[in-house]
């Protein structure tokens, strides 16, 4: 088995067939982007009128939806009031928020095992990209002053 299979395996435990699992919205299950995407549509607002209301361009929050940035402190205020959700629920999942799903739907084995690795991956995208600004910031940091 890869490194991959294991990671999959482990992380099938998750139970997201059962509606209104605490877990739904928690760290391990979503990222910031998912808990902002999914309090925007219980709240019936696009992101376009999301956008206009917070005073950013459609791209930020698309950007802040797809977890490549995250908004700044007076922002996320903003978010959390604007689609009445704490501000920790949005952060990390815990406090005032969502619960998951509402439909009864249950979801076949397959289907779940695919989200759970979807989920990964983006979050392994998410963090991989993290790592690369900080790399490429050290390296400009060095180029500017290679005698450090």
Do not use: C
Not at 33 to 60: C, F, P
Not at 86 to 92: A, R
Not at 102 to 120: C, F, Q, Y
């Amino acid at each position: 088995m890869t490194d991959t299979e294991i990671d999959t395996e482990t992380e099938t435990d998750i139970d997201l067939e059962t509606p209104g699992h605490s877990g739904w919205y928690s760290a391990e299950s979503a990222t910031f982007g998912d808990r902002m995407a999914g309090a925007r549509d219980a709240m019936n607002m696009t992101q376009n009128e999301l956008s206009k209301r917070i005073g950013v361009k459609l791209k930020t929050i698309r950007s802040w939806e797809d977890d490549l940035e995250e908004p700044r402190a007076n922002k996320l205020q903003m978010l959390a009031g604007l689609l009445n959700v704490s501000m920790m629920w949005l952060l990390n999942g815990e406090g005032d928020g969502l619960d998951g799903p509402t439909d009864e739907m249950a979801l076949a084995p397959e289907v779940t095992e695919l989200l759970t690795e979807l989920r990964n991956l983006k979050s392994q995208m998410a963090q991989t990209a993290n790592r690369l600004g900080l790399l490429e910031k050290r390296l400009r940091t060095v180029l500017k002053d290679p005698n450090r």
